[in-house]
């Protein structure tokens, strides 16, 4: 996506969904920042799956149970990538509504907000009833 158009797409986005999805990377950012990671758009920092099976090893303390592509070319691949990364969430009890690899890789980012949501409802806030809340108040800054 060149510049005029992600401007674009931005200006398309009501200003919630726009702050939504400047929380929602801060969030991915900080699961991901062991592993030196880091998402600019959750739009197209998805697509090619990587980064989402990235965050959900990292989110569920589990390597992927199948190889990836770690740097896919081809659509193909990509797509592939995605599934691997929901059906780990599938496999680790997420409940996915309305969302599919071709959803992530096409970039609807209103399914991309409301996975990511999910995550964050599953991992890190049901975490956080049980231990600390320090990183989500860090979050919501």
């Known amino acids: 996506m060149s510049d005029s158009e992600e401007e674009n797409f931005q200006a398309e986005l009501p200003e919630w969904a726009q ?3 400047k929380t929602f990377t801060r969030w991915c ?3 991901l920042k062991p592993r030196n990671l880091v998402i600019d758009d959750l739009q197209v920092g998805l697509q090619d799956g990587v980064n ?3 965050l959900v090893e990292l989110l569920t303390h589990q390597p992927s149970p199948t190889r990836f592509t770690k740097k896919p070319r081809i659509k ?3 797509m592939e990538n995605l599934g691997i990364g ?3 969430l599938l496999d ?3 409940k996915l509504v309305n969302i599919g690899n071709t ?3 096409e970039g609807n980012m209103k399914l991309i907000l409301g996975l990511i949501w999910t995550l964050i409802l599953h991992y890190q806030i049901s975490m956080d009833s049980v231990g600390t809340a320090k990183e989500t108040a860090v979050l919501l800054r």
């Open 29 to 31: 950012n900080q699961q």
């Open 76 to 78: 193909m691949q990509k």
């Open 52 to 54: 989402l099976i990235n």
């Open 19 to 21: 702050i939504q999805q």
């Open 92 to 94: 680790d009890g997420i």
């Open 103 to 105: 959803d992530i890789y």
């Open 86 to 88: 929901l059906k780990i």
